[in-house]
């Protein structure tokens, strides 16, 4: 072994943080991880990232809504208070302000919903590759991850052909549904394995089903100004969403259909003594009052986001750090939490990441060195351009 090579496996030393997952939360944590000098590694199951991402509303990106943070989190419901802090540090505007630093053009809809301007979700996945490739973020791309072992130092992050050492874990892997972009559960697995509690899946934001001939001779029709309603046994109505309402060959989707159809899972949920059976969905569409009494909802493989995976109560939400495993963290549609439609579930992986990589960041600080010069980063969620130094800390 020459001298160089003694030198480097003298200076083996693991990567500060492996983040298992390349979709929306995994690439927003690779980009925050950049920003505040963290060496990082992207360890993605599927051969590029974002594959989930370039098909989020129908492949135009409906990456987050142009609102306030409290009023995002009065809108997401449920989850509100784990994610609050995250949210209030990382508000769609943020977001927002972000893209527009990396030279996207946007478009703002009249209900406030933001869109790359060209209507292509590649626009936004291309943002996060080249400003990856500018940080010099290495991406190990169709290289699924098999297992994690914590050691006494850190973790080992097992794949088919290698294992790779790493101080800390983020899991990032997304929920269950469109297995085939990806989100196998793969994520949940290494979670229980490592004894945390998983809350049951269940489909959010789906289509529902129905043989009603007057949805099904209107199958392919898209009508923009409708309303759904889920109401009681009694008739009282529990909730209303305003929106679009699509007519398919198996029933209904659509914005108000699925802000309904997720509104049902919380409400059955919250109330384990309901019975499906007695809610009843009213959509209203093109002069039609079409009732389905106890809605079945699409498979789960269909949904836009997953109902349930790894528990709450098994993260700390100051954090995004696992209460039972230091220096695991979790972000995105791996944990048990999601929003309506209208790109709250993307912003809710954006601001997840963020804050588990600033608690890493936190956990590092205190040993951090700023040594010799190097490239410059772009900054897009704080605000600011620095000088890249040796990445230690």
């Known amino acids: 072994m020459n001298g160089r090579c003694e030198d480097l496996a003298n200076r083996h030393r693991p990567v500060k943080l492996a983040i298992v997952g390349g979709g929306a939360a995994g690439m927003f944590a690779a980009a925050a991880a950049a920003e505040r000098r963290i060496p990082c590694v992207v360890i993605e199951r599927k051969a590029r990232l974002g594959s989930k991402v370039l098909m989020t509303a129908n492949g135009r990106c409906n990456f987050t809504k142009d609102i306030s943070a409290e009023q995002f989190l009065a809108d997401v419901g449920p989850a509100a208070p784990f994610v609050a802090q995250a949210v209030r540090e990382c508000p769609p505007r943020k977001i927002i302000a972000g893209f527009k630093s990396l030279g996207v053009p946007l478009k703002k809809m009249a209900d406030a919903r933001m869109f790359p301007a060209d209507g292509k979700a590649a ?53 269950v549904s469109y297995p085939k972009l990806g989100s196998v559960g793969d994520g949940q697995r290494f979670a229980a394995e490592l004894g945390h509690d998983l809350v049951p899946y269940r489909p959010g934001l789906i289509g529902i089903e129905t043989a009603d001939p007057r949805v099904t001779r209107r199958a392919g029709r898209r009508f923009e100004d409708a309303c759904a ?58 002069r039609e009052n079409v009732r389905i009494k106890g809605p079945r909802p699409r498979p789960l493989k269909e949904a836009i986001v997953t109902i349930g995976g790894v528990s709450l109560d098994d993260v700390d939400p100051a ?65 600011s351009t620095v000088a890249m130094k040796s990445p230690a800390c």
């Open 319 to 383: 954090t995004m750090e696992s209460r039972r495993v230091p220096g695991l963290y979790f972000a995105g549609e791996v944990l048990d939490i999601d929003g309506p439609t209208g790109g709250y579930n993307l912003t809710l992986a954006f601001a997840t990441a963020r804050r588990a990589v600033a608690s890493v960041a936190a956990s590092c600080d205190a040993g951090a060195s700023a040594v010799g010069g190097g490239r410059r980063s772009r900054q897009p969620w704080s605000g």
């Open 229 to 286: 309603r889920v109401l009681a046994a009694d008739g009282s109505t529990l909730y209303e969403y305003r929106g679009e309402i699509d007519c398919e060959v198996f029933g209904l989707s659509g914005a108000a259909i699925y802000n309904c159809q997720r509104f049902i899972e919380h409400h059955m949920r919250a109330q384990p003594a309901a019975k499906a059976g007695q809610l009843e969905v009213e959509a209203l569409f093109d």
């Open 123 to 175: 626009t936004i996945v291309h943002a996060f590759g080249d400003l990856l490739r500018e940080s010099g973020v290495p991406i190990l791309a169709n290289c699924p991850v098999v297992g994690i072992r914590p050691q006494k130092t850190g973790f080992i992050v097992a794949t088919r052909n290698f294992t790779l050492w790493a101080e800390n874990v983020l899991l990032a892997t997304g929920g």
